[in-house]
């Protein structure tokens, strides 16, 4: 019975975890300009030694400037 209990626990977290990624991701598309902002006014104030440093540290690596 405990090893069903945690099946289905566990089943019901990845869920939510999906379901968290996913709105993330839509709540990105519809704010990509805002993101493309930020990168902007963050690489102006700071200098990195490779062209896309920040965007790979930060997640961003979807943006190519």
Same mark, same amino acid.
């Given at each position: ?18 379901? +968290?990624?996913? &709105?993330?991701?839509?709540?990105? =598309?519809?704010?990509?300009? #805002?993101?493309? @902002? +930020?990168?902007? &006014?963050?690489?102006?104030?700071? =200098?990195?030694?490779?062209? #896309?440093?920040? @965007? ?10």
């Amino acid at each position: 019975m405990l090893e069903y209990l945690f099946a289905w626990t566990g089943l019901f977290l990845g869920l939510c975890a999906s379901g +968290l990624i996913l &709105l993330s991701f839509f709540l990105y =598309l519809a704010n990509k300009e #805002n993101y493309k @902002n +930020l990168v902007f &006014l963050f690489n102006k104030k700071h =200098l990195f030694p490779a062209p #896309n440093s920040f @965007n790979h540290m930060m997640g961003f690596g979807v943006f190519v400037q």
